[in-house]
């Protein structure tokens, strides 16, 4: 019985944040849904942007690095080439990715995969969107992510490219793992914005599948958009106009320039 009750209680759970969820997406109002409520979905929707983004770079910056491109590995010869054949050069590369900065005044400098893999994986972890033992279970994984990050790193270091792709790939999985509980949890539909989608095993999928290929276009824009976005007002404010429909403005106001000059009344 009281497992039973336990399972209901999950359900409920899981109706509540994919009905709020499929509010937000649709524009629907949630204004019958309790203060706490609101802030779980709010707290989870910026987590799963920036989990999927994480999965972005790790699938399309990362991974190229740890499995060089085909047409490069056909053309190297590491017997001669050393260090600098493509299937060692970015391990060099990696290792300086991991590499934890100097401390700043204000505390801990993190690194790029600490501050856009490890830090979201661990505050969905830790925060309430999820019951205790869904949230016990979550850091279990980030812990084992975390572990995995540094054994890759000091594979990269010592430059053993074996152990750096089997680190790697462990990594994946374990972050696969994550997102597969997650969406369990939610309920959420492979459509919705909010739902993590694990990442493939295999560079085939990636290079040949439509959904992978039209998801790189798009971070590979968004990268665009953000270097020149950092010295730019002009590409801060017109993204679209400048990298096309794929680009998302920093000031969304931009984008939408022709429906705020409409004269007021218009449609």
Request: glycine share 6%; hydrophobic share 35%; proline share 6%.
């Amino acid at each position: 019985a009281q497992s039973a009750a336990a399972e209901g209680a999950v359900d409920r759970r899981r109706a509540v944040l994919a009905s709020l969820l499929a509010g937000s997406a649709s524009g629907a109002s949630t204004a019958r849904a309790f203060e706490s409520e609101e802030n779980r979905q709010a707290a989870y929707l910026n987590k799963a942007v920036q989990l999927n983004a994480a999965a972005d770079w790790y699938l399309f910056d990362l991974r190229p690095l740890v499995y060089p491109p085909q047409a490069l590995v056909d053309r190297s010869d590491c017997e001669k080439m050393g260090d600098a054949c493509p299937e060692k050069a970015g391990l060099s590369v990696i290792s300086e990715l991991y590499r934890r900065p100097p401390m700043v005044r204000g505390g801990p400098n993190l690194s790029k995969p600490e501050r856009d893999l490890i830090t979201p994986l661990k505050t969905l972890a830790t925060s309430a969107v999820f019951d205790p033992d869904m949230s016990d279970d979550l850091q279990g994984l980030v812990s084992d992510f975390e572990l995995c990050s540094a054994k890759l790193e000091s594979a990269a270091r010592k430059g053993d490219l074996i152990e750096a792709r089997k680190q790697y790939d462990t990594g994946r999985e374990q972050m696969n793992k994550y997102f597969t509980q997650v969406n369990s949890a939610t309920g959420l539909p492979e459509n919705s914005e909010a739902f993590l989608k694990p990442m493939p095993s295999d560079g085939e999928t990636l290079e040949n599948d439509k959904y992978w290929q039209r998801r790189e276009t798009k971070y590979l824009v968004k990268k665009k958009v953000d270097a020149i976005s950092k010295g730019s007002k002009t590409a801060r404010f017109y993204a679209k106009s400048i990298f096309g429909e794929d680009a998302v403005s920093w000031d969304p106001r931009g984008d939408r320039v022709d429906e705020f000059m409409k004269p007021a009344g218009t449609q």
